[in-house]
């Protein structure tokens, strides 16, 4: 079946590590999303990538990382600068048709600072 | 700057009725909108869109209504059903870029 596989889908780290949370999809999508969700915030963008060896900022970039080395994957490493990164982490993808695409999104991954 | 907006945190219906649920959006340039459907702990799945083209799409009992002048979007549930009760995101796009609401939690009651 194609899909947005992540995991996992619990994660804990201890303060001061460098955790990295994974993102697959076989859709043979262009873009790929990084979004945070916090109760009452929505979903903020961390970082989308639209082509390989391409990314960029969202709005909430800082104390974060990507990579886009294949097209299927897109990792995630929430960094030691990252001041709250306890959230739950959804990865999306979609086609580059320039307008009307739809987003999917996988299950998410509940990281939690201990 | 929140460019979609949800101002409606939660909403109650009860079972068999309508349920309305409403999003703003301040870019006139967003040219296609979406709904999410979000369970906890999972991610949102989609449920249906409109270019900003049309004024109206229908799906089943879901129908997305589009006011361009007023920058306002709606979701009509008809009827409601215990399993629609979710949160609701609308999001909009320009390109390949999603700006998400902050949600609204629909709760139907039996």
């Known amino acids: 079946d194609g899909g947005i596989t992540q995991s996992p889908k619990y994660l804990f780290r201890k303060e001061g590590q460098n955790v990295t949370l994974s993102c697959e999809q076989n859709l043979n999508h262009d873009a790929m999303y990084w979004y945070r969700q916090d109760p009452g915030q929505g979903l903020r963008l961390i970082y989308y990538?639209?082509?390989?060896?391409?990314?960029q900022k969202g709005d909430i970039a800082e104390g974060y990382s990507v990579s886009r080395e294949k097209k299927e994957s897109f990792p995630l490493t929430v960094t030691s600068a990252q001041k709250n990164p306890t959230a739950f982490y959804l990865c999306?993808?979609?086609?580059?048709?320039?307008?009307?695409?739809?987003?999917?999104f996988g299950q998410g991954t509940r990281l939690t600072v201990v | 700057d929140q460019q979609v907006k949800q101002n409606s945190p939660s909403l109650s219906v009860q079972e068999g009725r309508i349920s309305i649920l409403n999003c703003d959006y301040t870019?006139?340039?967003?040219?296609?909108f979406l709904w999410y459907k979000k369970y906890p702990a999972e991610g949102p799945t989609f449920l249906i869109s409109i270019s900003s083209i049309k004024d109206k799409n229908e799906d089943g009992r879901f129908t997305v209504f589009l006011n361009k002048s007023a920058k306002h979007l709606s979701l009509h549930i008809v009827p409601s059903q215990p399993g629609d009760s979710a949160v609701y995101f609308c999001?909009?796009?320009?390109?390949?870029?999603?700006?998400f609401g902050t949600g609204t939690s629909l709760t139907v009651i039996p």
């Open positions: 999306a993808s979609s086609i580059d048709r320039g307008r009307g695409t739809e987003a999917f």
């Open positions: 999001a909009a796009t320009s390109g390949n870029q999603f700006y």
């Open positions: 870019n006139s340039m967003f040219d296609y």
């Open positions: 990538s639209q082509i390989v060896n391409d990314f």
